[in-house]
Nanobody
């Protein structure tokens, strides 16, 4: 079992930046690929970005390419989402997820554990 706790959400103006953190506890963090998803009001949850187990490979959704960066610190059992050049359409609840295994996943069904989410609101 893995417990995931997100933090770092908040209100920011368009063009600003935020860094989300996801602290993992429980089983060995390095055994999991990690991802971030988001869900805006009235919309389905969507993939944002993911990182593989050893941190050497990442994959971004087209909507965030060049603006969002995922990273992981195994010593701290934490994965980060650096969000720059934020837009109002980035407003959503952001979820951290863990996937058993090495490879990146891009769909909900590929992830085994989820955090409770953190709200990000971007004002225009």
């Amino acid at each position: 079992q893995v417990q995931l706790v997100e933090s770092g959400g908040g209100l920011v103006q368009a063009g600003g930046s935020l860094r989300l953190s996801c602290a993992a506890s429980g089983r060995i963090f390095r055994n999991y690929a990690m991802g971030w998803f988001r869900q805006a009001p009235g919309k389905e949850r969507e993939f944002v970005v993911a990182i593989n187990r050893d941190g050497r490979s990442t994959y971004d959704a087209d909507s965030v390419k060049g603006r969002f960066t995922i990273s992981r610190d195994s010593a701290k059992n934490t994965v980060y989402l650096q969000m720059n050049s934020l837009k109002p359409e980035d407003t959503a609840v952001y979820y951290c997820a863990a996937r058993v295994g090495a490879a990146i996943g891009t769909t909900d069904a590929e992830y085994d554990y989820w955090g409770q989410g953190t709200q990000v609101t971007v004002s225009s």
